[in-house]
């Protein structure tokens, strides 16, 4: 099955969108940024598990550059196999791309450094928190720089999720609470960053012209990739030139690492393509779901009360979200 036969008429400057019956038979064009938000989330799960058993011997700023260095070529690959199949054209970056970009690109890899910053605090469950609060600061952004439009009903539904995963997070008794302020401003400015990580690459994808949504999701992966790759590569060769090596060394490790960052940032763009950014950060949320459920099933780690509450508030909003 080829993507040309699929496509819509395209108009000049504009993304086009593949009729989705055929791919997706339960979903419609309006609606595939649900299961490819959820596919995103489950492959950034398996990314962050391989990433973390990295950190040891690549430290924090190695294992994070893997999922740009080795992701970039599985990138092209995904690119190369999606033109070939769509029949689209190769556009040439146009001027308004190149600022979504690297806003995205560079935002991105500012709020991985803030993160992992507080990370390193002994109030790192209220950070986390924090972090959080992402899928609402991307509403706001989305809405000044791309105009996206968030119902009454999608912006209470944002509220309510975000705030059971606030719930589930939090620990009684862990740090200083919300009265340590240096946690609260590091991952509120980490959620700020990822925030206008994701307004910038949905505004990339968005901008590319004359082609289908999927070829634009994989052109602005390829281009995202090899900025992030470029300037966290470079970074290293000035301050830890030896981690570079030991990079190239754990390659077996990191090839996998790179594909499942690749792979779940594929369908990130797909997801961005479209819908509003906020919409997709929300239902992203669903990660904590599968951390719970990891925790619980393979750690015997029981629920408490606080966690469970904050699952339903997790579930009310996600599915208040989906289905308005």
């Known amino acids: 099955m080829q993507f040309r036969r699929l496509t819509a008429p395209v108009v000049p400057g504009t993304v086009r969108h593949l009729p989705a019956g055929n791919l997706f038979p339960m979903f419609s064009i309006a609606t595939l940024w649900i299961p490819f938000t959820i596919i995103a989330a489950l492959g950034q799960v398996a990314r962050n598990a391989m990433q973390r058993s990295l950190t040891g011997p690549l430290g924090i700023w190695g294992a994070t550059n893997i999922r740009f260095l080795f992701g970039f070529p599985f990138s092209v690959i995904f690119f190369a196999v999606v033109v070939t199949v769509s029949g689209d054209p190769i556009p040439w970056p146009t001027a308004s791309f190149w600022p979504w970009l690297i806003l995205g690109a560079i935002s991105q ?5 803030m993160m992992l910053l507080a990370m390193n605090d002994r109030s790192f469950v209220v950070t986390t928190a924090y972090l959080k609060t992402e899928a609402i600061q991307t509403a ?14 999608k912006v209470i539904a944002i509220l309510i999720a975000t705030a059971g995963v606030v719930i589930a997070a939090l620990r009684p008794g862990s740090g200083k609470g919300f009265a340590d302020l240096k946690p609260t401003i590091l991952g509120l400015a980490a959620a700020a960053a990822f925030a206008l990580s994701a307004v910038g690459f949905r505004g990339a994808v968005i901008v590319v012209p004359g082609v289908s949504f999927v070829t634009a999701a994989s052109y602005t992966l390829v281009f995202g990739l090899f900025v992030q790759t470029l ?36 369908f990130w763009f797909l997801a961005f393509a479209l819908t509003a950014a906020a919409n997709v950060r929300t239902l992203a949320l669903v990660e904590v779901l599968f951390a719970q459920a990891v925790a619980y099933y393979s750690f015997k780690q029981p629920l408490s009360a606080r966690e469970l509450s904050g699952i339903v508030l997790i579930v009310v909003g996600v599915a208040l979200l989906v289905s308005v």
């Open 109 to 113: 890899i500012v709020g991985t450094g």
């Open 140 to 153: 706001i952004f989305g809405f000044i720089f791309l105009g996206d439009h968030l119902t009454l009903l």
């Open 231 to 266: 300037v966290l590569s470079i970074y290293l060769l000035a301050r830890a030139p030896d981690v570079l090596k030991k990079i190239f060394g754990l390659w077996r490790p990191s090839m996998f690492a790179g594909f499942m960052g690749a792979f779940a940032s594929q």
